[in-house]
């Protein structure tokens, strides 16, 4: 079955530094990949997707994601994390399948 | 803004009791989505419209659900009979286009309390 895994349900990083959040999906083929943020009592909103040609594709407010097909991951990534990029982030494929999110926290 | 708005915000029904929700999504997107959530989970697909077209529903709708979009335009989701399992963050999101390659835009979401 497709699925989607986020393996971090918390990612602590100190403002300034760079930030890594992981995703992991197991479709075969071509998928087509999203990732959403949630801030407090907002609803989710597309930061960026891959659906074909280069592997690392560039979002909203400085994102960045890398898709690797051989190691099926889809990270994401923000050289210098800033205080409000804290939130809850969530991985998708496709419209069907998100991740379980995990919750990031930038430190000042 | 026109972004995706959904009715109520807040519901919170006896056990039991109907309840029905509304989304209006963005004006010129075809599909339209439903998920259910939980706290500390990601959204569960529920089912999709194309269009006025019902395309897929997922094993978690149950019977006592039902979804419409009669005009292509708004959708509603009904719940009946509602069960306190029902309890969760219902979501509405539209995008645009065919295949599955277009961005989800979600609403803020209708909150459920089945007591």
């Known amino acids: 079955a497709q699925s989607v895994a986020q393996p971090e349900d918390q990612v602590n990083v100190a403002e300034g530094n760079p930030l890594t959040v992981k995703c992991t999906y197991s479709?075969?083929?071509?998928?087509?990949l999203f990732w959403y943020v949630q801030y407090p009592n907002r609803g989710l909103q597309f930061l960026l997707k891959?659906?074909?040609?280069?592997?690392l594709v560039k979002g909203s407010y400085g994102f960045e994601a890398e898709f690797n097909k051989s190691q099926t991951s889809f990270h994401l990534k923000k050289p210098s994390a800033l205080v409000s990029d804290s939130a809850l982030y969530f991985c998708a494929e496709n419209q069907f399948y998100f991740g379980t999110g995990t919750s990031l926290t930038v430190i000042p | 803004d026109t972004g995706v708005s959904q009715d109520p915000r807040h519901k919170i029904t006896k056990r039991g009791q109907n309840v029905t929700f509304r989304c209006d999504p963005i004006s010129e997107h075809n599909r339209l989505y439903w998920y259910r959530q939980t706290l500390g989970q990601g959204p569960e697909f529920l089912t999709y419209f194309q269009n006025e077209a019902q395309l897929e529903k997922s094993r978690l709708l149950s019977d006592r659900f039902s979804a419409e979009r009669p005009k292509g335009s708004f959708s509603t989701l009904e719940i009946q009979r509602t069960e306190q399992g029902d309890s969760a963050m219902y979501l509405c999101a539209s995008s645009f286009g065919d295949g599955g390659t277009g961005e989800l835009f979600f609403g803020e979401g209708s909150r459920l309390t089945v007591l």
């Open positions: 479709v075969s083929g071509n998928p087509y």
């Open positions: 891959y659906i074909t040609g280069d592997n």
